[in-house]
């Protein structure tokens, strides 16, 4: 009891670091901008740059605030249930990522047999948004997703970069990533898989990730109670 109580408190010390770190970079990056960039008498070009770079930045800070305030959320518990049809979430998730995922040259496949748990209908979309967008985005180039809905839950596989054993659990954890953060266009925060295991907790779920066996990539499983 007191080795879990230990990892519970270290894992909640991570978390604020982190989060206090990933809010903190982006004000820090565009204080920068605002007194450097535009020192001075810039000309209209160079105000166009700060500008985008302002409106980037600000949208990086959005998009971490509202995951934030979703894994909030989600950790509350839920307050109400209705039936949700995950085999039409998982359509809407797919088609919300076609175009991204054409971009990046990963075929998206989908297998959406009939799958209705009671829940919140909002947070199981994020849910299935979440694992689909982390598998188009942490894929290879030819790179594949197929996510699969049926009466043994959510299962999304994806071709990819090779995932160590012992990393594997870490990536539920806020902030975790793979890679180094670059901040490049598109990156996340790193708040996706956690959301996705906050979510599938407060539905009485469990999320669970694999290593594949070849070509790299992982296997993710969310199991509900009534589909064991």
């Not at 500008?51 to 109400?80: H, N």
């Not at 942490?138 to 839950?153: A, F, I, K």
Request: no cysteine.
């Amino acid at each position: 009891m007191l080795g879990r109580m230990e990892r519970l408190v270290s894992a909640q010390q991570r978390f604020s670091a982190n989060a206090a770190h990933e809010l903190r970079t982006p004000v820090a990056v565009q204080r920068a901008a605002a007194e450097i960039g535009l020192a001075g008498e810039p000309d209209p070009e160079r105000v166009a740059r700060i500008r985008a770079k302002l409106i980037d930045v600000a949208d990086t800070s959005e998009k971490i605030i509202e995951g934030l305030l979703l894994l909030a959320a989600s950790d509350q518990g839920l307050t109400e249930r209705r039936p949700v049809a995950l085999h039409e979430a998982a359509r809407r998730a797919a088609n919300a990522l076609a175009a991204e995922a054409a971009e990046r040259g990963v075929t998206v496949a989908v297998d959406a047999r009939p799958l209705t748990v009671p829940g919140d209908a909002v947070l199981l979309d994020r849910l299935l948004h979440n694992l689909l967008a982390n598998a188009v985005r942490h894929n290879v180039p030819d790179g594949r997703v197929e996510v699969r809905t049926g009466p043994d839950g959510i299962e999304v596989t994806n071709t990819g970069p090779v995932v160590p054993d012992t990393t594997v659990p870490l990536l539920f954890e806020p902030f975790r990533r793979l890679t180094e953060r670059t901040h490049a266009a598109g990156e996340g925060a790193g708040l996706g898989l956690s959301i996705v295991d906050s979510v599938a907790r407060a539905h009485g779920a469990t999320a669970t990730a694999t290593a594949n066996a070849k070509g790299g990539g992982l296997t993710i499983r969310v199991r509900f109670d009534a589909n064991p």
